[in-house]
């Protein structure tokens, strides 16, 4: 891909895209803090089931 054509693209993008409402941006933020509460208990089961063997 040439730097003009590439250039190009990512002027597009920025026209076409825009900024998420309130609503958006808070279902996001809720979906990943679950994310990573979730990984983090699942990380520590798994912690403490080996130091319980």
Do not use: D, N
Request: without cysteine.
């Amino acid at each position: 891909m040439e730097m003009g054509e590439f250039y190009k693209r990512a002027i597009r993008i920025l026209y076409i895209s825009r900024k998420p409402t309130k609503e958006e941006y808070l279902k996001v933020a809720k979906i990943t803090a679950l994310g990573m509460i979730a990984l983090g208990v699942v990380g520590f089961i798994i912690s403490l089931v080996f130091s319980l063997i």
